[in-house]
T-cell receptor
Framework: NAGVTQTPKFQVLKTGQSMTLQCAQDMNHEYMSWYRQDPGMGLRLIHYSVGAGITDQGEVPNGYNVSRSTTEDFPLRLLSAAPSQTSVYFC???????????????FGAGSRLTVL | AQSVAQPEDQVNVAEGNPLTVKCTYSVSGNPYLFWYVQYPNRGLQFLLKYITGDNLVKGSYGFEAEFNKSQTSFHLKKPSALVSDSALYFCAVRDDTGFQKLVFGTGTRLLVSP
């Protein structure tokens, strides 16, 4: 049981380049989300999905696209990278319910992105 | 919209002493409250949550938190700190009307000295 897997762990881009951060979970969680972590700002929600085919914007969605074609995968696309997108990105998943583990986010290990 | 405030950037405590990491929140409706911990170069790990029931919630690694509705607070506590508790702690909240949009605070760094 791998949990939430993010790739790559590190990436350096030049301004204007595009790339995709991959996120996969093997827990059959219906809810998946992307956060970015910046010093002094905590974690900010970029996009989220409550199921396959359903996505919505979070607090800071500009410059990012997502899709959810399967329950397992939730890739985050940077369309035209900017230095302001230099950050650590976390993917997380959870499920709805009444059990003790419900509504608890399981996080990936993170992807550190630097845009020059 | 919901929000979380963690008023202390850093909390320093000596090993063996009790610790408190503060969190206040704002949400319409009933809150779902969480504490997560992040060790260096790692993802976040769940510590505990409050959804309903007893105001004192016990979680992993000996941590507990007290929900105070009148003060809109959810402070994290531990009776006796360990050096290994040194990490970055995040409080988070969402309302009870949806499944999404968990909002995090800015984090509090806990430093436990030997």
């Amino acid at each position: 049981n791998a949990g939430v897997t993010q790739t790559p762990k590190f990436q350096v881009l030049k301004t204007g380049q595009s790339m995709t951060l991959q996120c996969a979970q093997d827990m059959n969680h219906e809810y998946m989300s992307w956060y970015r972590q910046d010093p002094g700002m905590g974690l900010r929600l970029i996009h989220y999905s409550v199921g396959a085919g359903i996505t919505d914007q979070g607090e800071v969605p500009n410059g990012y696209n997502v899709s959810r074609s399967t329950t397992e995968d939730f890739p985050l696309r940077l369309l035209s990278a900017a230095p302001s997108q230099t950050s650590v990105y976390f993917c997380a998943s959870s499920y709805r319910g009444q059990s003790s583990g419900a509504n608890v986010l399981t996080f990936g290990a993170g992807s550190r992105l630097t845009v020059l | 919209a919901q929000s979380v405030a963690q008023p202390e950037d850093q909390v320093n405590v000596a090993e063996g002493n009790p610790l408190t990491v503060k969190c206040t929140y704002s949400v319409s409706g009933n809150p779902y409250l969480f504490w997560y911990v992040q060790y260096p170069n790692r993802g976040l790990q769940f510590l505990l949550k409050y959804i309903t029931g007893d105001n004192l919630v016990k979680g992993s690694y000996g941590f507990e938190a007290e929900f105070n509705k009148s003060q809109t607070s959810f402070h994290l506590k531990k009776p006796s700190a360990l050096v290994s508790d040194s990490a970055l702690y995040f409080c988070a909240v969402r309302d009870d009307t949806g499944f999404q949009k968990l909002v995090f605070g800015t984090g509090t760094r806990l430093l436990v000295s030997p």
